[in-house]
């Protein structure tokens, strides 16, 4: 008996539409291995669609209030919250996410990111208005940028959704945002759910792969190409877009050192630090994957991380037991298991190192010890539940090993020494620097890196004013 697949579309100008040559693709559940939908295949006609569409819409959206933007945001964000069990089981299909972790992890911060937002919108001012010249006054006009052109990766479909359009759209622009082509199917409703509230072409959604991508960046309409994803993706949008000259926002990968010193509490910052790595499979550009910790804590420490990871479990998505589920897909649990088949000979494997079941994409949580500052495993990125554990000898060794990687998006220590902790915070080369803990994100904070993790400010104020651009305007005061 063959079970008919479910049929997702694409969301372009209020309605949804297949791809105009009707192409299309299956998507896999991550957690049986088994296809459940299709999804279009979208072309360049598809995209010249919606970036149309997102163009018709925009004068009147950016004319609007931004107490009209605000109330609709706001109404977003009720609408998810009502509709919750239905997003959370949709992007639990979509990645194989433990249920329960997906409707108090993800969905809560997703509605507050967007009513962080809807306030925003009320702040859309610009900040200087005087007379620097004689005879002349002049102001600062902050203004939404135009079209934007958003990218949304696999790991957190949902949320990093918002991400995109909640400050997008609060800021006035209009967005054509095209999700993973692997997991597309919460994007699509939350199109439904959104397509009642904003006037038509406000927010598209064009499904597809990296063509589809590459033809919405490269197209002429967008002011902007935004993108979470990985490395190479980001430097193939940039330069697209520089050829342009587009504006660019890019949040890519990330390589995360968690320096753990003498002083730390050894059991607290294991259990800390290995729901920190394992969390979403490790798929998580900002997870604990990469922990230095000082000489004379260095056994006891890996010892009690391995017992973390050996009480850790994955499984089925409604299993309550599970702290994640699998990874992606078999292309990525094939580069997890890869970094594990290679390690050299002086590396150890103090838990895991292997895939789990034989249906889906599940790996075990895994440490490995002693590894060399060149290794592979330290140097790129695992993006899945692989912890590494090195050792240093002092503060500046630290230091050196942490910021010794192509990536800085985020960072933690692990110390009772208040000043330490500020010395390693000021000279860690990370976009984010945890003290005593790892992980925690919130609406008014930013979130972005530097060197190959890319740039440009997700959430906070400074996310918000990346999707603006500064103009201004003198006038004579003599009429």
């Not at 108090?104 to 990111?113: G, N």
């Not at 702040?123 to 200087?128: F, H, M, P, T």
């Not at 994007?187 to 991508?213: H, Q, W, Y």
Request: aromatic share 8%; charged share 25%; with cysteine.
């Amino acid at each position: 008996m063959t079970t008919e697949l479910r049929r997702l579309r694409n969301y372009i100008g209020g309605e949804f539409k297949d791809a105009a040559d009707g192409r299309t693709t299956e998507v896999v559940n991550p957690a049986t291995g088994e296809a459940y939908a299709t999804a279009p295949l979208s072309g360049q006609a598809d995209v010249d669609a919606a970036m149309a569409a997102a163009a018709a819409a925009f004068p009147a959206w950016r004319d609007a209030t931004p107490s009209e933007r605000q109330k609709a945001l706001l109404k977003i964000a009720d609408a998810f919250e009502a509709r919750a069990d239905e997003l959370v089981a949709t992007e639990s299909e979509n990645t194989g996410k433990p249920l329960g972790l997906t409707a108090s992890e993800e969905l809560p911060p997703m509605v507050d990111q967007i009513r962080f937002f809807a306030g925003a919108a009320r702040l859309l001012e610009g900040r200087s208005a005087g007379e620097y010249m004689e005879g002349m006054t002049s102001i600062v006009r902050r203004e939404p940028v135009g079209v934007c052109a958003q990218v949304a990766p696999w790991n957190y479909p949902m949320m990093m959704a918002v991400w995109k359009f909640a400050p997008a759209i609060a800021a006035g622009n209009t967005v054509v945002l095209k999700p993973s082509d692997t997991t597309p199917a919460s994007t699509i409703l939350m199109a439904e759910i959104i397509g009642s509230i904003l006037p038509k072409g406000v927010f598209n959604v064009v499904c597809g792969d990296r063509e589809t991508g590459r033809a919405m960046v490269e197209h002429r309409t967008p002011a902007m190409a935004s993108i979470t994803g990985s490395v190479r993706a980001g430097m193939q949008v940039a330069e697209s877009a520089s050829k342009d000259v587009k504006r660019v926002h890019l949040e890519l990968g990330g390589k995360a050192p968690v320096v753990v010193f003498e002083d730390a509490d050894i059991a607290k910052a294991a259990e800390d630090i290995a729901v920190a790595g394992f969390f979403n499979a490790g798929q998580d550009c900002t997870a604990a994957c990469r922990v230095l910790v000082h000489e004379s804590i260095h056994d006891e420490f890996v010892a009690a991380l391995a017992k973390n990871a050996a009480d850790t479990k994955t499984g089925q998505p409604d299993d309550e037991d599970v702290l994640y589920g699998p990874l992606n897909n078999p292309n990525q649990l094939k580069q997890v298991a890869g970094f594990i088949e290679r390690l050299p000979a002086h590396a150890k494997v103090e838990a895991g190192g292997h895939q789990v079941g034989e249906k889906g994409y599940f790996y075990a949580p895994t440490v490995v010890s002693g590894l060399k500052q060149d290794d592979e495993i330290i140097q790129n990125e695992v993006f899945g539940p692989v912890i590494t554990v090195q050792s240093f000898t002092n503060e500046d060794q630290a230091l050196a090993y942490a910021n010794d990687v192509e990536f800085a998006l985020a960072s933690s220590v692990w110390t009772k020494d208040h000043g330490r902790a500020m010395r390693m915070s000021k000279n860690l080369d990370f976009g984010c620097v945890w003290i005593n803990t790892h992980i925690p994100l919130v609406a008014e904070m930013p979130h972005g890196g530097y060197k190959k993790s890319g740039y440009g400010k997700d959430l906070s104020a400074y996310g918000f004013e990346d999707y603006t651009r500064i103009k201004h305007v003198m006038t004579s005061l003599d009429g």
